[in-house]
């Protein structure tokens, strides 16, 4: 198996029986839904590139509450385009909002809040985004 992972975290966001779902504004996956998210920096743990990545792209501060999806998948997958023999290491927490307010990423098209049954009826980034709003 192939070392050369590039880490990234994603938090799933809950408020009165809504989801928060960012509308990509990058090239690859512009208009697809995810949550918001990305890449690791540099002696950054996964806990702490998720609460920063909540900030930057929602505005929310957060807490990390668990691990609800976890998993290696191919570059080609997660931007749309192959990098070598690049594996993506990703991981999705829930998360509780303990302060701020909705504010959105100047990168991304929108951010809203969705009810799960108009959430899981967008154009997801990832087809396993639909499961993950459908059992948490």
Same mark, same amino acid.
Do not use: M, N
């Given at each position: 198996m192939d070392n050369n992972f590039t880490k990234v975290a994603?938090?799933?966001?809950t408020k009165d029986n809504k989801v928060l779902l960012l509308q990509e504004g990058g090239a690859l996956a512009k208009?697809?839904?995810?949550?918001?998210?990305?890449?690791v920096e540099e002696g950054e743990?996964?806990?702490?590139?998720?609460?920063?990545?909540?900030?930057?792209?929602s505005g929310y501060q957060v807490n990390i509450d668990k691990v609800i +999806? !976890?998993?290696l998948i191919s570059s080609l $997958? +997660? !931007?749309?385009?192959?990098r070598?023999? $690049?594996?993506?290491d990703l991981t999705i927490f829930k998360a509780d909002i303990v302060n701020g307010s909705?504010?959105?990423?100047d990168q991304a098209l929108a951010l809203k809040w969705f009810t799960k049954e108009e959430a899981i009826n967008l154009p997801h980034r990832w087809s396993f985004i639909k499961d993950i709003i459908l059992n948490n």
């Open positions: 994603f938090v799933y966001l208009g697809l839904w995810s949550f918001p998210g990305g890449h743990s996964l806990e702490q590139c998720a609460i920063r990545e909540a900030l930057e792209e +999806y !976890k998993a $997958e +997660y !931007k749309g385009v192959i070598d023999t $690049e594996t993506v909705l504010q959105i990423d």
